[in-house]
């Protein structure tokens, strides 16, 4: 489960931006179609890896980028559902590019609190 090894890397880095008096709410992860991360897996290990941090209790938010093809006969570079699409021109070895994405996006931090004084 690659996910947790994944998560654990995040949470080190969230760590690393998060405020210290802050409460984070959820992070917002980018990855491309070749990473093959499993939301529901990936929450989980979420969850695993901050438990017991600073961070426990917050979300992650998975958006999945789509596949990014590249024709070498013609040069187009188009979007599609799966690796093994055809390019328009009829070529069948469209190759992936900027597929491996993985960014950490956005941190979205609770609402502070009203202080009653
Ligand atoms: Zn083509």
């Known amino acids: 489960m690659h996910e947790f090894s994944l998560a654990t890397s995040l949470v080190d880095l969230v760590l690393k931006h998060c405020p210290q008096d802050e409460e984070l709410e959820s992070i917002t992860v980018e990855a491309g179609p070749m990473r093959g991360i499993d939301p529901q897996a990936m929450q989980w290990a979420w969850q695993a890896a901050t438990d017991n941090?600073?961070?426990?209790?917050?979300?992650?938010?998975?958006?999945?980028?789509?596949?990014?093809?590249?024709?070498?006969?013609?040069?187009?570079?188009?979007?599609?559902?799966?690796?093994?699409?055809?390019?328009?021109?009829?070529?069948q070895k469209t190759n992936p590019i900027d597929s491996d994405t993985l960014r950490l996006v956005r941190l979205t931090l609770k609402e502070p609190a009203t202080l009653c004084t």
């Open 53 to 91: 941090t600073a961070i426990t209790g917050s979300k992650v938010e998975l958006i999945q980028q789509p596949w990014k093809l590249h024709c070498p006969d013609c040069h187009t570079d188009f979007v599609a559902n799966d690796m093994f699409t055809n390019c328009s021109c009829g070529c």
